[in-house]
């Protein structure tokens, strides 16, 4: 029976970080993914022949620099293409926003000099403060249940840089970890579709309004991509998001990581507390010193252990942890582009975002359908047409748009299921939104993909649909998560890990989690 | 005259800060807008269960006049498709109350409450102290942090976890992780909102809900203590051992800006000419009113005045006072002692919610969360949520009419009506916004940064100014918390 140094569960993007990194030390790894693709949430797939989908995942937004770095990635194969700006279409209008700053703000200034104004001292602010930010992406949670002082060691880096913040970044810092995006956007602009578009991203994948507290912190992570330097951190993969997924697999079978597909782990075998290996559907048993689990913890521990394994509180912790799903996802192959009334014809405003997020109240009713279980009668949509920087992903003169839609509750009202009555009704939904603003997309789709928060559970194997693999809510982050006192990637089970977006820094494509549980291992391992 | 302070609002934080200054032998004078002292405890709030126990000792505040009375039922729960829910002061004895509703609920009640208890309780310690300064240490600083850690380490591994996770939360999740019954969770989880202009859905109303119960018994049920002869009682007393101590207190006198010389505060301009002259000022009043109307422009700067304009302060309650003919008949109460608590319409984590939607959207809520309590012949109802400028009869006529459903025939038993909205709150009480709480409760406006980061130990922009009001930590409810913590500063300088 082969035996290995470490076995990861699941080959999506931080999966297979961590096994780069461990195969980096030298250690035996083998990756078991489930599917017949690489990838789990970033992944590209030819669903509509001839096009190529980003399925779930759509854009790269804070992939760490230093694992693009540590992994070579370029050299297996990453290219990040320019995603210019966000263009949100309105009735008889639109509010256009670019990377080029001076152009933004010329933009808004036919909106409100003050707005303009504002824009600049917000940019530079939110700046400085993604710098202070940055690091806490990269450490390893205190648990706050022990006073010990060694426990907070890690910690008091980050406290002194707090303390030796100005005030005034100090201020901001607290407010975006407390306030609602709207709220905290409240302070600087005036413009409704400006505030709704910024704050939006500070909703993506969480099951909050822009009203809500606690979303103001993802609005910092637009600029955190920006002040990687050379690196571009936020843009378009060239092959689609998988495209990220197949540069870290590549990097990490040349350091020596096997990886399976379709090798379904069924449990992770577990004896005297401590971990063996894991069995496949197949039968087959692994053995392994070390399990690093990228699947979220409802799987890893509710599904893959044996119910007598752990214990019972932990149990009930895992339970608990909030995952909600309240996103969908509509990939349509286009025969042309769609055509907006705002700003008719082809031309670079098609480029970028384009965010259907005309008001602050849009935004709230489309939260306050989703409260009451049913998906926005007028959704969030974020669109982005990539075949116009990777025409690859089509065929010539061809097509295709990816729409985030939120919110599409998991938990529908009085018990429903997402049946297929349901999807077809989410997907009307969704291009009647579209067709407000570019009435000629009903003609232009050849073929689609819809994805319900159900779909992706099932497709991707994230639990009710979370794309982050837990809601990114303020009591499920940093020390809490995914349970409070199992924030450092370990588990109950010795020799059991967590290396999936369930953990500290979170969801995104940024394979933190990954790397971080990985260095984490591998520490454990040398101080043994 | 010259005194050694002025305090500025004579509700009951200010009359608490007169009193600690003057039992220390200060020349103090209380100045007061109106004509009589008690801000809120004048006809908006009706219970005043939260007082520290401390301050009632170190005040005296018995000898001075005031008895606390504490229902044996803290809340009775109104429910839609049901007989009310009675909460108790022993919580077994709510378990056999829930008993009817959910045996899982009843079962849970007591541990849920324990819970509350806990988290609560280093939540009565953290009112306590000045918050730290985030950036030096001084030796302040250590002192209270001292306390801080050494009440944190009583808690267990697992407590002290629960501690962080409980107070970023949102109330319907901190008490959906409890109780399996809609009707329970709303009862519970709506004290996260009272004052507050967030939903049972907004992150931090569990915090808002532990609050409400630390430094005293309230538990999971909440504080339900009345002072007898109304809550003016209280103000009545505090007045008294004020004056006992040797402290004036002026009603009638408007502060309308503030003295300031050379970067120190000499005292305060009243509305009608008069100055007064202290070299400290402590305010009672909001901090959005000290730092934008009564201090001079030049003084604030454009940065601090620009963030003091960002406190937020969206008051969203009103108080509906009904004088009723006959002894109101709530359907399923054949005791009338179970109306000798709190009455509460919040029947749902859904329906809860709901009310604040509308708000949200400037609308007042159609099926507005209610706290009501009934005392001589007179219901006092708190209403969530209404806008600021709705229309006083629409806002009574709602929430009669909500109060029908529950016990039909009342609106007929109304003989008088008296209704504040928030704008009337802000007009009679000068609370900017007609927040009760004087700066919104949320996270942002929490402990160290109350009301914003850098002023949150009670010194405000120039030297000799202080603020004693709810919008400094610990915040807002009739605790004294403030003002006696502002006095306590006030003397370490």
Not at chain 1, 49 to 72: H, K, Q, T
Not at chain 1, 394 to 412: I, R, T
Not at chain 2, 107 to 136: C, K, M, N, Q, S
């Amino acid at each position: 029976m082969e035996r290995y140094d470490a076995i990861v569960i699941g080959g999506g993007h931080n999966g297979l970080v961590c096994a780069a990194y461990l195969a980096r030390a030298g250690l035996r790894v083998v990756v078991l993914e489930r599917r017949d693709v690489l990838g789990g949430a970033a992944v590209t797939e030819e669903i509509v022949p001839g096009f190529r989908f980003s399925v779930a995942s759509y854009v790269v937004s804070l992939l760490r620099p230093e694992i693009v770095r540590d992994l070579e990635l370029p050299r297996h194969g990453l290219a990040i293409l320019p995603l210019d700006g966000t263009l949100t279409p309105l009735d008889d209008d639109y509010l256009w926003r670019v990377n080029d700053h001076g152009r933004t703000v010329r933009e808004l200034r036919r909106w409100s000099l003050n707005d303009a104004e504002a824009y600049e001292e917000y940019s530079i602010l939110m700046a400085q403060m993604a710098r202070f930010i940055k690091p806490i992406l990269s450490a390893v949670p205190a648990d706050q249940g022990r006073i010990r002082p060694n426990e907070w060691v890690s910690l008091a880096p980050l406290a002194r840089r707090f303390a030796a913040l100005p005030r005034r970044l100090r201020d901001t810092f607290i407010q975006l970890m407390t306030m609602s995006a709207a709220d905290f956007l409240d302070q600087w602009f005036e413009t409704d579709p400006l505030k709704a578009t910024m704050s939006a991203s500070g909703v993506i994948g969480t099951f909050q309004g822009i009203r809500s507290p606690g979303t103001a912190y993802v609005l910092l992570h637009h600029y955190m991509g920006e002040i990687d330097g050379a690196f571009r951190a936020w843009g378009i993969p060239r092959g689609g998001t998988g495209g990220v997924s197949l540069s870290i697999a590549s990097a990490a079978r040349a350091q020596g990581a096997e990886i399976r597909m379709e090798a379904t782990v069924a449990s992770i075998d577990v004896q005297g507390g401590r971990t063996t290996g894991v069995t496949l559907e197949s039968g087959e048993t692994i053995a392994a010193d070390a399990v690093l689990s990228s699947a979220d913890p409802r799987v890893t521990f509710l599904d893959l252990i044996e119910p007598g394994e752990l214990d019972g509180q932990f149990v009930e912790d895992v339970r608990r942890y909030r995952f909600r799903g309240s996103s969908g996802k509509v990939n349509l192959a286009l025969d042309g582009l769609p055509d907006l009334t705002c700003l008719p014809g082809r031309g670079e405003h098609l480029r970028g975002a384009i965010s259907f997020s005309p008001s602050i109240e849009y935004m709230e009713r489309a939260y306050d359908d989703a409260k009451y279980g049913r998906f926005s009668q007028r959704p969030y949509i974020d669109a982005i047409i990539p075949t116009l920087v990777d025409p690859a992903m089509a065929p010539p003169g061809k097509h295709v748009m990816s729409c985030f839609v939120q919110y599409a509750p998991y938990h529908l009202a009085d018990g429903a299921l997402w049946d297929d009555a349901h999807r077809q009704a989410f997907r009307d939904t969704v291009i009647d939104t579209l067709a407000e603003r570019a009435p000629n997309i009903r003609e232009l789709i050849v073929g689609e993909q819809v994805l319900t928060p159900l779909d992706i559970e099932q497709r991707i194997g994230l639990s009710e649909g979370n794309i982050f693999q837990g809601e990114l809510s303020l009591e499920q982050l940093f020390f809490n998560r995914p349970v409070p006192g199992w924030a450092r990637y370990r588990t109950p089970v010795h020799g059991l890990w967590m290396c999936g977006s369930a953990a500290h820094p979170g969801g995104g494509l940024m394979g933190a989690p990954g790397r971080i549980a990985a260095l984490e291992h591998l520490k454990s391992r040398s101080s043994r | 005259m010259r005194y050694d302070a002025i305090v500025a609002g004579g509700g009951h934080n200010g009359l608490v800060c007169a009193a600690v200054l003057a039992r220390a032998g200060r020349r103090v004078v209380v100045l007061e807008r109106r004509e009589r002292t008690g801000g809120i405890l004048d006809g908006v709030v009706s219970t005043v269960g939260r007082l520290r126990p401390a301050l009632v000792a170190e005040l005296d505040l018995e000898r001075h006049g005031l008895e606390l009375v504490r229902p044996e039922v803290r809340m009775l729960a109104l429910r839609d498709d049901g007989p009310p829910i009675p909460f108790f002061a022993d919580p077994a004895r709510t378990a056999e109350s829930l008993a009817s509703v959910s045996a899982a609920d009843a079962e849970a009640y007591p541990r849920f409450d324990a819970h509350v208890r806990v988290i609560a309780r280093f939540l009565g310690e953290l009112a306590e102290v000045t918050p730290p300064r985030l950036d030096a240490g001084a030796l302040g600083d250590w002192q209270a942090g001292l306390r801080l850690v050494r009440a944190y380490r009583r808690l267990s591994a697992r407590s002290a976890r629960e501690l962080t996770r409980a107070l970023p939360m949102a109330s319907a999740d901190f008490v959906g992780e409890w109780f399996a019954t809609d009707a329970v969770r709303g009862a519970v989880a709506a004290r996260g909102s009272l004052f507050t202009a967030m939903g049972p859905w907004s992150a931090g109303t569990a915090a808002v809900l532990l609050a409400d119960s630390a430094g005293n018994d309230g538990g999971a049920a909440g504080q339900t203590a009345f002072a007898r002869g109304g809550p003016q009682a209280l103000a009545a007393a505090l007045e008294a051992a004020a004056r006992a101590a040797g402290a004036e207190v002026r009603t009638g006198a408007a502060v309308e800006r503030l003295l300031v010389r050379g970067g120190n505060v000499r005292g305060v301009a009243l509305a009608s000419g008069e100055e007064i002259e202290a070299p400290v000022v402590a305010c009672g009043v909001d901090p959005k009113t000290v730092l934008t109307r009564w201090l001079d422009p030049e003084e604030a700067g454009p940065r601090l005045r620009w963030r003091a304009g960002n406190i937020r302060t969206p008051g969203a309650t009103a108080v509906v006072d009904l004088t009723l003919s006959a002894e109101p008949e709530f359907a399923g109460v054949d005791d009338p002692a179970l109306l000798g608590g709190r009455i509460v319409v919040a029947p749902g984590i859904d329906h809860v919610e709901r009310a604040f939607d509308c708000w949200k959207y400037g609308q007042p809520s159609e099926r507005p969360y209610l706290e009501a309590t009934l005392a001589d012949g007179r219901l006092h109802v708190l209403a969530q949520w209404v806008p600021h400028a709705a229309d006083p009869d629409a806002v009574g006529d709602l929430v009669v009419a909500e109060l029908e459903r529950h016990a039909p025939g009342i609106g007929e038993t109304v003989t008088d009506r008296s209704v504040l909205t928030p704008a009337g709150i802000e007009r009679e009480l000068g609370i900017s916004g007609g927040h009760v709480y004087h700066a919104e409760p949320g996270l942002d406006q929490f402990f160290a940064w109350r009301p914003v980061l850098g002023l949150a130990r009670h010194r405000l922009a120039v030297a000799g100014l202080y603020l004693c009001g709810s919008g400094a930590h610990p915040g807002g409810g009739v605790t004294g918390g403030p003002g006696r913590n502002a006095a306590r500063e006030i003397l370490a300088d």
